[in-house]
C-alpha cells in the first residue's frame, strides 16, 4: 500500500518506501518500526498534493557549451526513435520538458550500493519520479552519476515518446545536475572510462547530445 501510495501522489516518501523494500521478505523488528514511522508521517501530513503551476519554467544557468556538428561526426548513424504518430487535425501545442537527476554515493550502508534519483516534470507539472538502488557497486561518484544520467535518459526517452504519441510537440529536454565538474567530464569528447558500464552510459549520453535530445 505505501509503493501505490507513493506511485500515486507521495513523492515525498518515494525514496522511505523504495529502502524498506528491499526487506519485505524477511522483515525484522527495527525496518518494521522504521516503516511505521512512514505511515505515521503520511497520517501527519494527509493533505499533501501535488500542486499544478502553469507557469514556464525559468533556468538560472544555462545549459553546457557541446561541440555537437563534432559529435554528429563521431556518432554519424545516431538519430531519434520516432513512433508513428496517429494522424488528427489537433495540434496540442509545444511542451516543456525536463528532468532533474542525482545519485547518492552509498546510500545503502550494507551493500554499499548508490542510489539514483530522478524527477521528471513537465514545465511546472511534476509527472515522474523514481528512486532506485542501482544494480552495481559504484567506487566513485563518477560512475554513480554516470549510471544515474543514463537512467534519466531512458526515462526521458520513453516519456517523450507517450507524449508524442498524444500529438504534442517535444523540444529539446533539459537535465539538470547537481554536479558541475560531472557535466562537464560528461561533455568532454575525450573522457577518461575505466568500466564498461560508465563507457557505455558515457557513449549513451554523447550520442543523445549529438541528435539533439536533450542538453545538460
Same mark, same amino acid.
Given at each position: ?9 507521495? /513523492? ?13 521478505? +524477511?522483515?525484522? +523488528? %527495527? ?10 508521517? !503520511? ?9 499544478? %503551476? ?23 548513424? *545516431? ?6 504518430? /496517429?494522424?488528427?487535425?489537433?495540434? &496540442?501545442?509545444? !511542451? ?5 537527476? %542525482? ?7 550494507? %551493500? ?10 513537465? $514545465?511546472? !507539472? ?5 528512486? +532506485?538502488?542501482? &544494480? ?7 560512475? *554513480?552519476?554516470? *549510471? #544515474? &544520467? +543514463? ?6 526517452? $520513453?516519456?517523450? #515518446? &507517450? ?7 517535444i523540444g529539446v529536454s533539459r537535465i539538470l545536475c547537481d554536479n558541475a565538474a560531472f557535466v562537464t567530464l560528461a561533455c568532454n569528447l575525450n573522457g577518461l572510462l575505466k568500466r564498461c558500464l560508465t ?5 549513451? !549520453? ?11
Amino acid at each position: 500500500m505505501a509503493k501505490w501510495a507513493s506511485n500515486l501522489c507521495r /513523492p515525498d516518501i518515494t525514496h522511505a518506501v523504495q529502502q524498506y523494500a528491499m526487506f519485505q521478505a +524477511k522483515l525484522r +523488528k %527495527n525496518q518494521l518500526q522504521a516503516m511505521l514511522r512512514v505511515w505515521e508521517f !503520511i497520517k501527519m501530513f494527509l493533505m499533501k498534493v501535488i500542486f499544478v %503551476n502553469l507557469r514556464p519554467t525559468k533556468f538560472l544557468a544555462k545549459p553546457h557549451d557541446v561541440n555537437v556538428p563534432f559529435l554528429k561526426e563521431i556518432y554519424p548513424d *545516431a538519430e531519434e526513435l520516432m513512433l508513428p504518430v /496517429p494522424d488528427t487535425d489537433e495540434v &496540442m501545442g509545444d !511542451i516543456q520538458l525536463w528532468a532533474y537527476v %542525482n545519485a547518492g554515493l552509498h546510500s545503502d550502508k550494507q %551493500n554499499e550500493q548508490a542510489c539514483t534519483g530522478v524527477v521528471v516534470c513537465i $514545465g511546472n !507539472i511534476l509527472v515522474l519520479y523514481i528512486s +532506485k538502488m542501482q &544494480m552495481s557497486v559504484k567506487t566513485s561518484t563518477y560512475g *554513480a552519476e554516470f *549510471a #544515474a &544520467m +543514463k537512467k534519466v535518459i531512458e526515462e526521458l526517452i $520513453g516519456v517523450c #515518446a &507517450m507524449l508524442r504519441e498524444m500529438g504534442f510537440t517535444i523540444g529539446v529536454s533539459r537535465i539538470l545536475c547537481d554536479n558541475a565538474a560531472f557535466v562537464t567530464l560528461a561533455c568532454n569528447l575525450n573522457g577518461l572510462l575505466k568500466r564498461c558500464l560508465t563507457a557505455l552510459a558515457y557513449h549513451l !549520453i554523447q550520442e543523445t547530445l549529438a541528435i539533439g535530445t536533450v542538453e545538460l
